[in-house]
């Protein structure tokens, strides 16, 4: 068996637990946003804090096993590959600096709000820019690495693709944080 492989196999798997795990994430905002009420938020946010302890664990495997294949093969002064570190640290301060600590704020807001509708506050808080923008930036940031990684471009290609993921990650973000989520709701059950 070669370990370069199985290495290979292995970071495979952190890119497709990273984007399982911001999957579900992104459902559990959608659901937030849509919530009426306590009773219906509480079960989303629950799952959305138990799904977010999984990203710095997918951050150290795929760091680790992008670590090894750059010893092993490639060297550490490669563009694409310094595009690639880059973007596993902008994830790993971008998700608890701003998703986790928004998320937080929005945990607050649900228990001050107490039973029945949700208050202004909450429902303000389920369409907050700053945690939409990391919710829907970081997996973006992903894609536009894992675009990297197959076309093994230069520094300023490598940079751009990642640039250009992460402004539609975020043009998607605010489009969704920014609309009231009854219309959209309205306009996805007419029948025309």
Known sequence: MDTYQT????????????IAAASISTLCLFRLRAA?????A????MLAGKVGKVFPLVILGFFATGAYMTSDVWTWDTGWIDVGIVSLAVLAIQGPLVAKSRAKL?????????PGPLG????????DSAL?????????IVLG???????????TGSIAAVLVAYAIGAGVAL???KSDPAAADFVAASPD
């Not at 509480?42 to 946010?45: I, L, S």
């Not at 202004?120 to 808080?125: G, I, T």
């Not at 939409?132 to 973006?140: H, Q």
């Open 42 to 45: 509480v079960p989303w946010g």
């Open 120 to 127: 202004e506050n909450a429902r303000r808080l389920t369409r």
């Open 7 to 18: 290495v290979v196999y292995l970071h495979l798997l952190s890119l497709l637990a990273g």
């Open 145 to 155: 690495v894992a675009w990297v990684m197959t076309q093994k471009g230069s520094l």
């Open 175 to 177: 489009r969704f944080a």
């Open 36 to 40: 009426q009420t306590l009773a219906e």
């Open 132 to 140: 939409w923008v990391a919710a829907l930036t970081n997996p973006a």
């Open 106 to 114: 929005l945990e607050d807001a649900l228990k001050q709000n107490g």
